[in-house]
């Protein structure tokens, strides 16, 4: 697969994943940051979403099925393989989340930590795989207790 039939596929696949958040155009056009014509326009296959598009709109609906399915998991992968096809990137070493985060409580055994620089809140579990995230520390703390059934 290329850039270019990457961006075609997930052209494709706009109205599949709205209509499986169950988002109408308008809900979903805000979503991507677009207007509701642009994406009318993209899901009839007049326009694009185009390279930056197609990797925010796979960013967004990372927890996806349909795009699961398509792409056989996560594309975080083969975005980054797609990028640096002809590079050879010296990949930066991460801090374990050290530098950015802050450490804000335990809930139902999992960590709950705050982006120090956006303020935002993510769930980690025990060997440090994020849940979720929101703005909102309530949020991820009721996604939490459903997770143990609370």
Not at 31 to 59: D, H, N, P, Q
């Amino acid at each position: 697969m290329d850039k270019h039939r990457f961006v075609t596929e997930m052209d494709r696949q706009v109205k599949l994943v709205r209509t499986e958040y169950g988002f109408t155009q308008e809900t979903m056009a805000k979503v991507l940051g677009l207007s509701k014509k642009t994406l009318v326009e993209i899901e009839k296959g007049r326009a694009s979403l185009g390279w930056m598009g197609a990797v925010a709109f796979c960013s967004i609906f990372e927890r996806s099925q349909v795009l699961a399915g398509l792409l056989g998991g996560e594309a975080e992968d083969m975005i980054l393989a797609l990028a640096f096809a002809e590079q050879k990137p010296t990949y930066p070493k991460t801090m374990g989340g050290k530098v950015w985060w802050r450490f804000v409580e335990t809930c139902c055994g999992y960590k709950i930590q705050q982006n120090i620089i956006s303020q935002h809140y993510r769930a980690l579990d025990r060997e440090n795989g994020r849940i979720c995230s929101s703005f909102d520390l309530e949020e991820v703390r009721r996604e939490l207790r459903e997770l143990e059934g609370v």
